[in-house]
């Protein structure tokens, strides 16, 4: 088993910044994928940004320039940057760490950008 702990989610205003952060524990192979996904109300929950523990980062094109993904593998730690924060990136935010045969999510945080 896999627990996942989010944090700092907030309201900020546009323009604004937040970090996120997300912290696993439990049973935890070494090789695993660790990112963030967001679902606004009446959308499909979707990719942010994830990173994987031999270095590679991807992010979605909406997000690209303004949001940085960062993981502390030692800590099993992940953190999410959100800087230039639009109304639109308005969700859950929620983490995921994906290894072999198994994908865990946190309860989410909630993020709020008010124009």
């Known amino acids: 088993q896999v627990q996942l702990v989010e944090s700092g989610g907030g309201l900020v205003q546009a323009g604004g910044s937040l970090r996120l952060s997300c912290i696993a524990s439990g049973n935890i192979f070494r090789v695993n994928t660790m990112g963030w996904y967001r679902q606004a109300p009446g959308k499909q929950r979707e990719l942010v940004a994830i990173?994987?523990?031999?270095?590679?980062?991807d992010y979605a094109d909406s997000v690209k320039g303004r949001f940085a993904i960062s993981r502390d593998s030692a800590k099993n730690t992940v953190y999410l940057q959100m800087n230039s924060l639009k109304p639109e990136d308005t969700a859950v935010y929620y983490c995921?760490?994906?290894?072999?045969?198994?994908?865990?999510w946190g309860q989410g945080t909630q993020v709020t950008v008010s124009s």
């Open positions: 995921n760490l994906k290894t072999i045969g198994l994908s865990s």
């Open positions: 990173s994987t523990t031999t270095g590679n980062t």
